[in-house]
Nanobody, 117 residues
Framework: QVQLVESGGGLVQPGGSLRLSCAAS????????MGWYRQAPGKQRELVAS???????NYLDSVKGRFTISRDNAKNTVSLQMSSLKPEDTAVYYC???????????WGQGTQVTVSS
């Protein structure tokens, strides 16, 4: 059974930081591209950051320089370090694991991030 379990969300003031983590089980983690998506109320889900098997990374333009994605294949975890948070970063953040052009595609349950004073 595949499980992706996110943690680390919460309420933070503008300019603050949060670190999201996702623990994966039931998959061969090291062969999956891992990503963080987010969905704000009334908006479509969007890719925030991804990290490939090669460790190459990709970021949404609006988070470049503020967010950093990383993975630990020994611990089957992927993290998203978020800094200089803005109210527009408020959303539910989802962990995703994908391989084989999406043929294998798994999601976590999501964790709420709220940026507000």
């Amino acid at each position: 059974q595949v499980q992706l379990v996110e943690s680390g969300g919460g309420l933070v003031q503008p300019g603050g930081s949060l670190r999201l983590s996702c623990a994966a089980s039931g998959i061969i983690f090291r062969i999956y591209t891992m990503g963080w998506y987010r969905q704000a109320p009334g908006k479509q889900r969007e890719l925030v950051a991804s990290i490939a098997v090669s460790n190459s990374t990709n970021y949404l333009d609006s988070v470049k320089g503020r967010f950093t994605i990383s993975r630990d294949n020994a611990k089957n975890t992927v993290s998203l370090q978020m800094s200089s948070l803005k109210p527009e970063d408020t959303a539910v953040y989802y962990c995703n694991g994908r391989r084989a052009l999406g043929r294998f595609d798994y999601w976590g349950q999501g964790t709420q991030v709220t940026v507000s004073s």
